[in-house]
């Protein structure tokens, strides 16, 4: 162990050698989409939109991409789309940022609303409120590297293969990770369950064990209405290998129907949690700290659902 | 040790069999190591330009003139960089050929009691494969055959060194895992990135390494010193977007459909408008990535020549 070592560039920086980039490589850092992108972000996100994105490009090599395939540049027009959704449609209300440690730090969060903008919007966050700007890393499915774009969507945006092995390097890179324990159930649940946690998995937490990561429990309130699934048509999920296939009454109406509800997002960071243990303990004396983690954030959701007056506004 | 101190010691020390010596790497291997001793060439292929000091066996490796050449010489080590992979040839002659060479190479080390065996391998036996995490070490398994049966061969070849490197503890075995290595080489990663138009697929753009032949040979040199053994990933200077690279070469792209690549290629190859086996697809399109971090700590190497520099002779 400890020979898994490439969580960053050895020479970052010096690998130009040197030699000037040709023509190409330089236009596109300089071109007017560039230019209509880096305009758009501040009148559209915020700002410092583009120095919070340009404070990525710590850690990236001369082809502009970090060990993970992130490239900053895609992230800022990424980041219009999620950025946008973070200050206009969802009007995100962001608390406890400031609880983010620096270096290493796993985020754990309900997981609700079908399609996974509780993830963009939690990332939004940490990005464009974060002190300094994070860029949250999340795992994905092992067969999206399949899906054409979408692969490259994931890479360049810090979207990596859902692999033991690329947890634990990113967290040794000292980056942040977003996991949902619930997985697919929690997002995939009907509204009658809206807000009631699924079952935890117990990985996240021998992973924060094994790396000595900091967990920051999250809780996203707002999410669950955007879709209120009424209905799983489970044989249309099968035919098209979907893990569900929600339907909802808004469905009736052709294409606006498909668009989530804009509904008010909170989102709430907590203290972090540090666990110390043996990470092959058995699945109940693990058990317990995933209990302590998933009761946390229960109580935050609880908390957040008391708080608020209404649910788009 | 001074420069002169290493001949000295070489002589003593007895020759370097190089297999697969008149390849493009064997031909660079054996002008680095003639200066530190003597050479030995095995390679059925002429060697026209060797340098003088260098001796050629023009034989098979199951051939009795190479086992002859085991009896006679002192040998402080075997560098096996003769795996043939050439698509065009049948998939029986490279069994027999990858195989049963190598076999008995193993079988006269131990009998020789050769002290030092470096085999050339490949990263790419890995495989191009989406559910492959982003840095594959050395544990990996060796998955490249499970998408494309023609390596197999290959896999084997590797196996064949792991299960040596327990069984004769006496000898001191290397494998070396090169990630794509470019340069002067005619291999099929150089070949792609020197051509003026070149296909990608559609939607992929899989983050890649490239190593300079140079470096390779340089790993090798490491992986000759005394006390050295294992199985090392090579990974070049950094990793980039396929895309990138192609970028910064300036070349002309077209794109095919992820669904359309495999049987397009298998069409070209047939019609011989390409060498590109069908099955390299994988690794346009998904990642196949190394972590070297051994070969930095244990064998002390890191690749000198920087990405623009091979990118810069690439051109």
């Known amino acids: 162990m400890g020979e898994r070592a490439i969580v960053e560039w050895t020479s970052p920086g010096d690998g130009l050698d040197g030699v000037v980039p040709p023509a190409p490589l330089a236009a596109a850092r300089a071109s007017w989409t560039r230019d209509a992108v880096e305009r758009l972000g501040v009148l559209a996100v915020q700002a410092d939109y583009n120095e919070r994105i340009d404070s990525l490009r710590r850690g990236t090599n001369e082809f502009g991409v970090d060990p993970f395939g992130v490239s900053p540049e895609f992230v800022r027009v990424v980041g219009l789309v999620a950025g946008w959704l973070f200050r206009s449609y969802f009007r995100v209300r962001a608390t406890g940022v400031e609880n983010i440690p620096e270096g290493r730090v796993m985020i754990i969060s309900n997981h609700s609303g079908q399609i996974p903008f509780d993830g963009a919007m939690i990332a939004s966050a940490m990005l464009l409120e974060g002190e300094p700007p994070r860029l949250l890393r999340t795992m994905v499915e092992r067969w999206s590297p399949t899906i054409p774009y979408v692969s490259i969507m994931f890479s360049r945006t810090g979207q990596v293969v859902g692999h033991p092995e690329n947890a634990v390097r990113l967290l040794e890179a000292e980056h942040s990770l977003l996991v949902f324990p619930e997985g697919a159930p929690g997002s995939n649940k009907m509204f009658s369950k809206a807000y009631q946690l699924q079952e935890f998995g117990l990985g996240f937490m021998r992973l924060a064990l094994q790396t000595g990561t900091p967990i920051v429990p999250v809780s996203v309130v707002g999410a669950e209405e955007q879709y209120p699934a009424i209905y799983n048509a489970r044989k249309l999920a099968r035919l098209i290998g979907a893990p569900a296939f929600p339907v909802t009454p808004f469905m009736v109406l052709p294409l606006v129907g498909l668009l989530p509800l804009p509904t008010k997002y909170r989102i709430s960071f907590g203290e972090p949690m540090v666990f110390d243990g043996d990470p092959d303990d058995d699945d109940e004396v693990i058990g317990e700290k995933v209990w302590l983690v998933r009761s946390t954030i229960q109580n935050m959701i609880n908390r957040g659902l008391r708080e608020r007056e209404h649910v788009f506004w | ?315």
Request: glycine letters at 8%; charged letters at 25%.
């Open chain 2, 1 to 315: 040790m001074t420069e002169r101190g290493k001949k000295q010691a070489g002589e003593d020390e007895g020759a370097f069999v190089v297999t697969g010596a008149c390849g493009w790497l064997g031909k660079l291997l054996v002008r680095r190591l003639h200066r530190q001793g003597r050479v030995i060439g095995i390679d059925r292929r002429p060697f026209p330009d060797r340098p003088k000091d260098v001796e050629h066996v023009p034989h098979d490796l199951r051939r009795k003139k190479v086992h002859d050449l085991f009896r006679r010489e002192r040998i402080r080590a075997v560098v096996h960089l003769g795996v043939m992979h050439d698509p065009r040839k049948k998939a029986e002659t490279h069994h027999v050929w990858n195989i049963e060479g190598f076999a008995k190479l193993l079988e006269y080390c131990s009998a020789y009691d050769v002290p030092k065996l470096v085999l050339m391998s490949s990263a790419s036996l890995y495989g191009g494969r989406p559910e492959n995490p982003q840095y594959l070490t050395e544990e990996a398994p060796l998955m490249a055959a499970s998408r494309f049966g023609q390596v197999t061969d290959q896999v084997q070849v590797d196996m064949l060194a792991q299960s040596f490197f327990w069984r004769h503890p006496g000898c001191e075995t290397v494998v070396l895992r090169p990630c794509s290595i470019v340069g002067r080489v005619g291999n099929a990663p150089s070949k792609y990135l020197k051509a003026r138009k070149v296909p990608v697929i559609m939607g992929f753009d899989p983050m890649v390494q490239v190593i300079h032949e140079n470096d390779v040979i340089d790993a090798v040199e490491a992986a000759l010193r005394p006390g050295v053994r294992g199985v090392f990933n090579l990974a070049g200077p950094t990793a980039a977007p396929l895309s990138s690279l192609l970028g910064w070469l300036g070349r002309e792209t077209y794109g095919v459909p992820f669904f359309l690549a495999r049987p397009l290629a298998r069409q070209a190859f047939k019609l011989k408008l390409t060498d590109f086996p069908a099955e390299e697809v994988d690794y346009l399109q998904f990642q196949c990535l190394v972590d070297d971090a051994r070969a930095r700590g244990v064998l002390g190497w890191t690749p000198r020549t920087t990405m623009a520099r091979i990118l810069e002779e690439l051109k």
